[in-house]
């Protein structure tokens, strides 16, 4: 996200959107917590 200058992402499934990623969520939802950003996957925090 930081290389292309987006600040979300739209996850899609079988082509249909199914929720957004924002910057905001992974700097509260992953950061802050101290969790793993490797270890977390977009669905647990859209």
């Known amino acids: 996200m930081e290389l292309s200058g ?3 992402v739209v996850i ?3 082509g249909k959107p199914v929720g957004i990623v ?3 969520d992974i ?3 992953i ?3 101290g969790r793993d950003p490797s270890a ?3 669905g ?3």
Do not use: L
């Open 6 to 8: 987006i600040g979300s």
């Open 31 to 33: 950061f802050i917590t």
């Open 44 to 46: 647990e925090i859209m």
């Open 40 to 42: 977390v996957r977009a």
């Open 12 to 14: 899609t499934k079988a």
């Open 27 to 29: 700097a509260i939802k």
């Open 22 to 24: 924002t910057d905001r």
